[in-house]
């Protein structure tokens, strides 16, 4: 079992930053493939980041690549999105997730272990 926290979120401007923290308790977050998905309002949830277990191997979504960094401190059970260049478009509540297996946060969208999410607001 692992509990994730998310933080970091709230309003920016268009072209702005903002970097999203997940806090990983419980089991070694090592253990643990995460990542972060996204649900705008009226929209359906979609992947945005995930990040191996080592952190030796990222993935993330067409509409993020080049504006997104994710990122893990196994250390710190802590893991990073960076979100350079936000647009409109990127307003949603990001949700942190994790899952020993990362095709579930990265094709299936069922990851076993969710965060309660964080607003990230951009203005135009």
């Known amino acids: 079992q692992v509990r994730l926290v998310e933080s970091g979120g709230g309003l920016v401007q268009a072209g702005g930053s903002l970097r999203l923290s997940c806090a990983l308790s419980g089991r070694t977050s090592s253990r643990y493939a995460t990542g972060w998905l996204r649900q705008a309002p009226g929209k359906e949830r979609e992947f945005v980041a995930a990040?191996?277990?080592?952190?030796?191997?990222?993935y993330s979504s067409v509409s993020v690549k080049g504006r997104f960094t994710i990122s893990r401190d196994n250390a710190e059970n802590t893991v990073y999105l960076q979100m350079n260049s936000l647009k409109p478009e990127d307003t949603a509540v990001y949700y942190c997730a994790a899952d020993y297996v990362i095709e579930s946060i990265t094709l299936r969208g069922a990851p076993a272990y969710w965060g309660q999410g964080t607003q990230v607001t951009v203005s135009s």
């Open positions: 990040i191996s277990r080592s952190g030796d191997s990222t």
